[in-house]
């Protein structure tokens, strides 16, 4: 390991000296490597970029509403990153790669805790769940369901506890933001990424593996098949399912089950993941390509900045 970084370096000043690597070196990447310095390079410049990113403001919006920086949520750190050969089963016929990425929930209710002034396991129990429920099942609630135009027309507002817990909303969609999404890397091409917020195919995939009955917009809990809050699998011991009750009151107007609410698995686990599906690339080495571009933007900038 540290002599692949002592070899990293050594490219790196290679670059800075010479601004290219020998096609030879390059064609060393494997695909891998490729699609994983393509997943890299969008979380370090287009989640930035709205027409990259095209869900940019309702996570912008939503790190407002938890006291963040707009930008306090788009930090890699705050992200998990999967690749599961199940969701890729298609990869070599579809010519693409898709990752899964979604908010850490653990980095979540640690700022929750924060603006609470509690513990993230006070968290768990006032929402009636425990840590590894809630992290492999997590999700929007059913309060969330199209809450801009619900809440307007008076059918449906956030309780007390959840503004007080997940924060008062902001305007944010937090069907997207407490959502899993797709990162598509074109293996057949120039591995360009593409951002998808979601994907039929794999909505039909999830609806299958958890064996949802349901229609979704249903907000009562008593309105959903029992088989529906049992685990659907397991993965890591714990239990997959559609729908996790929560100890939050119903936002619905119209509802008869007041005092609790249900949260939808929008979980990677919901597609078929596991934990050994995350990649951590922040911590992997760094790939020569990747070595390349961020030289050659530190030698335009050093350049730009010499003209001034």
């Not at 287009?46 to 095209?54: A, N, S």
């Not at 924060?114 to 929402?127: M, P, V, W």
């Not at 059913?142 to 959840?162: L, M, T, V």
């Not at 609806?207 to 029992?226: G, M, Q």
């Amino acid at each position: 390991m540290k002599l692949k970084k002592m070899i990293c370096l050594a490219m790196a000043a290679m670059v800075m000296l010479t601004g290219c690597v020998s096609a030879d070196e390059e064609a060393e990447l494997t695909g891998e490597e490729r699609e994983l310095n393509a997943v890299r390079l969008w979380f370090e410049k287009e989640i930035y970029d709205e027409d990259e990113f095209t869900d940019l403001i309702e996570y912008q919006y939503y790190a407002r509403t938890i006291g963040l920086e707009k930008d306090g949520l788009l930090a890699l750190d705050m992200w998990e990153i999967y690749y599961s050969d199940i969701v890729n089963i298609n990869k070599e016929i579809d010519g693409a790669a898709v990752y899964l990425i979604r908010l850490n929930p653990d980095k979540l209710v640690e700022i929750w805790a924060r603006n609470n002034d509690t513990t993230a396991n006070k968290i768990y129990s006032e929402l009636g769940t425990s840590r590894d429920e809630f992290y492999h099942n997590f999700g929007h609630t059913a309060n969330s369901i199209g809450y801009a135009k619900n809440h307007k027309d008076g059918k449906a507002a956030y309780s007390e506890k959840e503004e007080r817990i997940f924060g008062a909303d902001n305007g944010e969609n937090r069907q997207t933001v407490f959502a899993t999404h797709f990162l598509k890397v074109n293996i057949a091409g120039r591995y360009g990424v593409t951002y998808e917020s979601t994907d039929e195919l794999l909505e039909i995939k999830q609806r299958d593996l958890l064996k949802s009955i349901t229609k979704p917009k249903t907000y009562n809990v008593s309105d959903f098949d029992a088989a529906e809050f049992e685990p659907a699998f397991y993965v890591d011991n714990i239990g997959i399912k559609r729908l996790t009750v929560l100890d939050i009151p119903n936002g619905w107007a119209d509802a008869t089950d007041t005092d609790v609410t249900v949260m939808f698995n929008m979980s990677p686990y919901s597609y078929g993941c596991t934990s050994e599906d995350i990649i951590d690339i922040i911590t992997e080495d760094v790939p020569v390509e990747h070595l390349e571009t961020e030289m050659q933007n530190t030698t335009e900038t050093i350049t730009e900045g010499s003209a001034e």
